[in-house]
C-alpha cells in the first residue's frame, strides 16, 4: 500500500521561502506520477504542481504558483520537494502530496486534477502572515 508522508509546513512571513518535503514507501517510486495540491480555508482542494516519473521535466504548475514555485524529486531518497519562494498569504492552506501509478501507458502525469489522484498524505499547514 503506498503511503505518503508531507514535511516541512510552518508559519513564514509575505515574501519568505518554505520548502515541503514527501516521502514515497509502499511500491515502486518511479512508477508514479507525482504532485502538490492545496486546500485553503473554505477553498476547494486544487492543485499546485506536478512532476513526471523520471523528474526530467519542468513540471506543471498553477498560473497561481508559476515563476514562484518549484517541485522536484529524487528517485534515490523516494522523496518530493516542493520549493516555495515569495509566499503570498493567499498560499496559506493545507498542502497535500498525491501520486498517480504512471505504468498505463496512457495516465497524464501533469493533470493538476486532484480527483485522478489515488493516493494521498495527511498533508502539512503552511501559514503565510502579512
Known amino acids: 500500500q503506498v503511503q505518503l508522508v508531507e514535511s516541512g509546513g510552518g508559519s513564514v512571513q509575505s515574501g519568505g521561502s518554505l520548502r515541503l518535503s514527501c516521502s514515497f514507501s509502499g511500491d515502486t517510486f518511479s512508477a508514479y506520477c507525482m504532485g502538490w495540491f492545496r486546500q485553503g480555508p473554505g477553498k476547494e482542494r486544487e492543485g499546485v504542481a506536478t512532476?513526471?516519473?523520471?523528474?526530467?521535466?519542468?513540471?506543471t504548475y498553477s498560473p497561481s504558483v508559476e515563476g514562484r514555485f518549484t517541485i522536484s524529486r529524487d528517485n534515490a531518497k523516494n522523496t518530493i520537494y516542493l520549493q516555495m519562494n515569495a509566499l503570498k498569504t493567499e498560499d496559506t492552506a493545507m498542502y497535500y502530496c498525491?501520486?498517480?501509478?504512471?505504468?498505463?501507458?496512457?495516465?497524464?502525469?501533469?493533470?493538476?486534477?486532484?480527483?485522478?489522484?489515488?493516493?494521498w498524505g495527511q498533508g502539512t499547514q503552511v501559514t503565510v502572515s502579512s
Open positions: 498525491a501520486a498517480l501509478s504512471g505504468r498505463s501507458g496512457t495516465v497524464y502525469c501533469g493533470s493538476l486534477v486532484p480527483q485522478q489522484y489515488p493516493f
Open positions: 512532476i513526471d516519473r523520471d523528474g526530467g521535466g519542468r513540471g
